[in-house]
């Protein structure tokens, strides 16, 4: 008997129990897809605005039947098979885009921290034109991050592949993990557009500067108001305010500095480069045969390095020179610029001077 009066308190608890546990999971369940159909809510809305606001900039935009999921663990829109256009009204730059899918909205804690970033599934591709050259941008699942004002949207992927077509310059540039940051016009008198990126490797087509490690640069550039930003461009001065990074060459890597400004069209300017470890690498030069340096040029470091080397209390001072840039070619190429050197006279005792 005892035993029949211990065992149902027991039932009834677990029966509680169970009770409490179905009726907890219902309520979550509902709560969650109350969430979701109001997140679907706000990322059609979000959608229809970006597409909005495209077209009336002059893009044209086009998409296959979107379709949300996400259910329950976030709220997803996605965009099959996107694809804009745009054309300048001088139709002087156009410019194409196309990828395999783009998705507002995330799981939620992503989708609530950055309840505007915009994923780019897949592969996507974008292409600008101008007249005689043209650039090319390759991505893999990458992320589009804009602020709540719209001013700055940041970008990053896994991989970004860059290529360069101009009638003097045709290379092709992939960078692991970039980080971008793009600085859009306010609406103030002058408008302000800056590019900020930061990438731990470039690797080059090129054989002479295969690679590019610790990147960080920021461009900036200043057009009217009333100028269309694509329009301005190529219309306007660049500049250059600071780029920071490591060259991987075949005498080794070199850190150096640059900064200077171009105008655009027309690709003149200056830009002032900064060795703060070029003993290392003229050593490097002394030291190797060098196909591209002038033999005298090379005597001429070794006794400038076999002088220097005796005193080593001395603070090594950095070394930068300017470039100037006509018509997008360097002047003096870095050949000549060589030659010119070992014309000069090398006196280690100035060398701080």
């Not at 080059?204 to 610790?214: Q, R, W, Y």
């Not at 070029?278 to 045969?289: D, F, I, S, V």
């Not at 930068?320 to 002047?331: H, K, T, V, Y």
């Amino acid at each position: 008997m005892k035993y029949f009066q211990n065992t149902i308190p027991k039932q009834k608890f677990r029966c509680f129990t169970l009770s409490t546990l179905a009726s907890t999971v219902t309520f979550l369940i509902v709560v969650d897809t109350l969430c979701w159909l109001l997140a679907q809510h706000v990322l059609a809305t979000q959608a229809s605005r970006l597409i909005e606001n495209a077209t009336q900039s002059g893009w044209q935009v086009e998409h296959a039947s979107q379709y949300k999921g996400g259910w329950p663990f976030g709220a997803t829109l996605t965009l099959p098979a996107i694809r804009a256009t745009y054309q300048t009204p001088d139709k002087t730059l156009t410019i194409a885009w196309h990828g395999q899918a783009v998705a507002l909205g995330a799981d939620w804690p992503s989708f609530m921290a950055h309840p505007q970033a915009i994923h780019l599934i897949g592969n996507h591709a974008a292409r600008g034109i101008s007249s005689d050259s043209s650039i090319t941008l390759l991505s893999h699942d990458a992320t589009l991050t804009p602020t709540a004002s719209g001013h700055q949207i940041f970008f990053y992927a896994p991989t970004l592949s860059v290529g360069i077509n101009t009638p003097n310059f045709t290379h092709k540039l992939t960078s692991t993990a970039p980080r971008v940051e793009l600085l859009l016009p306010s609406t103030s008198t002058q408008n302000t557009l800056g590019l900020k990126i930061d990438a731990p490797s470039v690797l080059t087509d090129s054989t002479s500067i295969p690679k590019f490690t610790n990147l960080s640069f920021a461009l900036t550039q200043t057009i009217p108001a009333d100028t269309p930003p694509l329009t301005a461009l190529h219309t306007s001065e660049l500049h250059l305010p600071l780029a920071a990074m490591t060259i991987t060459t075949p005498i080794g890597p070199i850190p150096f500095t640059a900064a200077g400004s171009l105008q655009l069209p027309t690709i003149n300017g200056a830009i002032t480069l900064t060795f703060p470890h070029w003993h290392q690498t003229a050593q490097r030069l002394a030291t190797t045969e060098q196909p591209f340096l002038n033999p005298t040029l090379q005597q001429n470091l070794h006794k400038l390095f076999s002088l220097s080397n005796q005193n080593t209390t001395t603070a090594e001072t950095p070394l930068s020179f300017q470039l100037r840039i006509l018509n997008g070619q360097l002047e003096p190429n870095f050949p000549e610029f060589f030659r010119q050197i070992s014309t000069r006279k090398i006196d280690a005792t100035n060398e701080g001077e």
